[in-house]
T-cell receptor, first 111, second 114 residues
Framework: EDKVVQSPLSLVVHEGDTVTLNCSYE??????LLWYKQEKKAPTFLFML??SGIEKKSGRLSSILDKKELFSILNITATQTGDSAVYLC???????????WGLGTSLAVNP | DVKVTQSSRYLVKRTGEKVFLECVQD?????MFWYRQDPGLGLRLIYF???????EKGDIPEGYSVSREKKERFSLILESASTNQTSMYLC?????????????FGEGSRLTVL
């Protein structure tokens, strides 16, 4: 059975800290891995990763995929209170019509 | 920018009522999805559609049906609402052939069934 596991489930840090969120997966016919950020409402897209070892970066956020070890990490440096959210990882398989979702990591950044 | 619009942000219904949740997207996407999101259970796929009048069951279709009469519109129907269908419902869309897996989400509809 396809599955995506995120860790930790929740995390509390102070502003300025660096955090690393983990996403491991076991799926057949891997196509891509996606990271989303969810605040009060709908998830918003952060990154899509398809190739191992190539870092995607957007401001203080970065992510990398390891297709041999079947995991991805999302790094957030110099965290701010606005980074407080649930971070969701999902893997697309086959024809990309369905995503396999992790349960998310709830990040709280305290001032 | 892609826009996915869900008709109702908050609804309160009574047990046994019929509930319609509407979703419209403006980017000519082939694929549309309905999810529900519950604490501790994450996002669970109810139904999806990859073309007009086509639908496929997701992981938890029981108690739900869908309709896709036009490409831009995907409706979720609860024929007889029950309290265990109290949840956040999220609609999403994605392109067909150019699909990379990225989904575009609506704002969500929070349904409470009393």
């Amino acid at each position: 059975e396809d599955k995506v596991v995120q860790s930790p489930l929740s995390l509390v840090v102070h502003e300025g800290d660096t955090v690393t969120l983990n996403c491991s997966y076991e799926v057949t016919n891997f196509r891509s891995l996606l990271w989303y950020k969810q605040e009060k409402k709908a998830p918003t897209f952060l990154f899509m990763l398809t190739s191992s070892g190539i870092e995607k970066k957007s401001g203080r956020l970065s992510s990398i995929l390891d297709k041999k070890e079947l995991f991805s990490i999302l790094n957030i440096t110099a965290t701010q209170t606005g980074d407080s959210a649930v971070y969701l990882c999902a893997v697309s398989t086959g024809n990309n019509r369905k995503l396999i979702w992790g349960l998310g990591t709830s990040l709280a950044v305290n001032p | 920018d892609v826009k996915v619009t869900q008709s109702s942000r908050y609804l309160v219904k009574r047990t046994g009522e019929k509930v319609f949740l509407e979703c419209v997207q403006d980017m000519d996407h082939e694929n549309m999805f309905w999810y529900r999101q519950d604490p501790g259970l994450g996002l669970r796929l109810i139904y999806f559609s990859y073309d007009v009048k086509m639908k496929e069951k997701g992981d938890i279709p029981e108690g739900y049906s869908v309709s896709r009469e036009k490409k831009e519109r995907f409706s979720l129907i609860l024929e007889s609402a029950s309290t265990n269908q109290t949840s956040m419902y999220l609609c999403a869309s994605s392109p067909g052939l150019a699909n990379t897996g990225e989904l575009f989400f609506g704002e969500g509809s929070r349904l409470t069934v009393l």
